[in-house]
C-alpha cells in the first residue's frame, strides 16, 4: 500500500518548481527557500489533503492542497473524480483526523455531485457542484475563522438579500487555533458580474457616434443606482449584525498617516507618480479637517465590480475576505463604509477606459468615457443615498479614500500591467485638479 507520508515528500521536493505556476499562489515576487508538510489526512479513498509551509525572504505562510493516493498526482481538488468527497462530507458533517465538515444549522444539502472548477482559477479555488452549491477552497490560510465565512455568517443572521447563502464550511486546527479551509455557499446559475454588464454597456456607447450614456440601449445607470441601494443594504445589516463605532482622533490619524505612509511607499517605486505627491498629501490632510465624528463598521474591505453579481432578484456582494495585500489584522479593522463607496467608484472608472488602454489618443472616446463615469458614479451616490447618508456629503473624505485607493491601482499597475497605468495616474491627475 502506498504510504501517503512517502508521496507527500516527494511533492514537496518538487514545489518549489510547481508553485510558481500556480495562480492562486501569492508568492511570486520572490524565491522559495523551503517547503515543509504540517499535516497529511487521507480524507477518503484515494484523496490526500496536504496543509504545508513556504518560506521565503521575509514570510512564512501556509498553503493547502491535494493528491491522489493511487498515482501521486497533484492537485486532485481540481479533479471530479476526487473532489465529491468533500461536499458528501460537508453534507452529512464528518471529522477526518482533525478535520471538520459541517454544514449551517437548518441547512440539508444534496450528496452525490461532483465538483467542476470555474473558468479562471483566483486567489482562491472554487468548485460548483451541479447547478446548487459553490466551494470556495482558501489555498493561503490564516489563523481564525476565515473572514469571508465569518461575514456572510453574520448578514445571514440577519436576513441580508443580497449575499449568496452559506451553506457549510471546512476547518481544522493548526497550532491550537482554528483555521478555515473552505466555504460552501448557494449557486446561482443565472448571475452576471458587474464588470462584465459594466464593459457591455461602455461598448454600446463607444460604438454610438453622437448619442449621450442615457440614449444608449445599454445605460447602465439604473443597474448603478439599484447596486447603491444594495451596497448601503449590506452596509447596515453589516451594522446591526456587528455594531458600529464612532472613529476617535487616535483611529482617524492612524488612518490619515496610513494614506501618507501608502504614497510614501508607492513613490519611491513609480517615479511618474512624483509630481503628484504635493497635492496628494494636501488632500490626505485635508480630510482630516473635515472628517468630524465618523462612524466605522466592519465593511467589504475590497469592493468593485468584480465582486458584485446580478441575479434576476438584485445585486449580490460576493468575496468578504478583504483586500488581498492586506494584513489578516488590518482586514479586520473597523473602517468608514466610504471605503467601500470610494472602491466602487473607482471601478467605474476602469469599466469605462478599459478599452482605451493600448489605443491612439481620442478626444471623442474619452470624453465619452468620462461621461459614462461619471453618469454611473452619480447613480450609484443615488442609490446609496436611499438608504443611508449621501457619501456626496462627505465629500473630502471620500475623496482621500479615491485617492488613497488610486495609489494602490498605481502601485499594482506598475508590478502587473504597465499598461494600465495611465489609468489610475489620469483620475489623481483629475481629482487634485478639481477636475472630479
Known amino acids: ?27 511570486k515576487d520572490k524565491p522559495i527557500t523551503a517547503v515543509r508538510p504540517l499535516r497529511t489526512t487521507v480524507v477518503d479513498g484515494d484523496l490526500v489533503h496536504v496543509i504545508f509551509e513556504v518560506e521565503q525572504p521575509g ?27 468533500l461536499l458528501d462530507r460537508i453534507a452529512t458533517g464528518h471529522e477526518v483526523d482533525g478535520i471538520t465538515f459541517a454544514h449551517e444549522p437548518g441547512t440539508e444539502l444534496r450528496s452525490g455531485l461532483r465538483g467542476r472548477p470555474i473558468g479562471v482559477e483566483q486567489s482562491n479555488t472554487s468548485l460548483i457542484y451541479g447547478q446548487q452549491y459553490i466551494l470556495k477552497i482558501f489555498r493561503k490560510l490564516a489563523n ?16 441580508c438579500e443580497h449575499i449568496a447563502l452559506p451553506l457549510g464550511a471546512i476547518s481544522t486546527e493548526l497550532n491550537g487555533e482554528q483555521v478555515t479551509l473552505a466555504m460552501l455557499q448557494e449557486f446561482l446559475p443565472d448571475a452576471v458580474e458587474g ?18 450614456a442615457f440614449e444608449v440601449g445599454g445605460d447602465f445607470a439604473g443597474e448603478a443606482q439599484r447596486l447603491g441601494h444594495a451596497v448601503a443594504k449590506v452596509h447596515a445589516d453589516l451594522a446591526e449584525a456587528l455594531g458600529t463605532q464612532i472613529a476617535d482622533d487616535e483611529a482617524i490619524s492612524r488612518a490619515i498617516a496610513g494614506m501618507q505612509r501608502r504614497l510614501g511607499v508607492v513613490l519611491e517605486a513609480v517615479p511618474e507618480l512624483g509630481r503628484h505627491e504635493e497635492p496628494l498629501r494636501a488632500a490626505f490632510e485635508e480630510a482630516r479637517e473635515h472628517i468630524g465624528a465618523i462612524p ?16 434576476v432578484h438584485g445585486w449580490l456582494l460576493i468575496d468578504f475576505e478583504g483586500e488581498p495585500a492586506a494584513k489578516v489584522e488590518d482586514r479586520l479593522a473597523l473602517r468608514s463604509p466610504l471605503r467601500d463607496v470610494a472602491g466602487m467608484l473607482r471601478s467605474f472608472d476602469y469599466a469605462a477606459r478599459q478599452l482605451l488602454i493600448g489605443q491612439p489618443d481620442d478626444d471623442q472616446l474619452a470624453y465619452r468615457a468620462m461621461e459614462w463615469t461619471k453618469r454611473n458614479r452619480a447613480a450609484f451616490c443615488d442609490g446609496y443615498a436611499e438608504v443611508a447618508d449621501d457619501p456626496r456629503d462627505h465629500a473630502h473624505l471620500l475623496r482621500a479614500f479615491e485617492l488613497d485607493k488610486a495609489v494602490y491601482e498605481v502601485a499594482y499597475e506598475h508590478a502587473n500591467r504597465p499598461e494600465w497605468l495611465t489609468v489610475p495616474l489620469s483620475s489623481i491627475a483629475r481629482m487634485t485638479s478639481g477636475g472630479e
Open 59 to 85: 514570510r512564512t505562510e501556509q498553503y493547502q492542497g491535494a493528491l491522489s493516493l493511487s498515482t501521486g498526482a497533484w492537485d486532485v481538488l481540481l479533479d471530479p473524480e476526487h473532489n465529491g468527497v
Open 1 to 27: 500500500m502506498t504510504d501517503p507520508h512517502e508521496l507527500v515528500e516527494k511533492l514537496v521536493a518538487s514545489l518549489p518548481d510547481l508553485l510558481p505556476a500556480a495562480r492562486w499562489f501569492g508568492g
Open 144 to 159: 481564525g475563522e476565515n473572514r469571508d465565512l465569518t461575514m456572510h455568517r453574520a448578514l445571514r443572521s440577519v436576513g
Open 195 to 212: 464588470w462584465d454588464m459594466a464593459k457591455t454597456s461602455v461598448r454600446d456607447l463607444m460604438a454610438e457616434a453622437d448619442l449621450h
Open 296 to 311: 466605522i463598521q466592519h465593511i467589504h474591505g475590497d469592493l468593485h465590480l468584480g465582486q458584485v453579481l446580478r441575479t
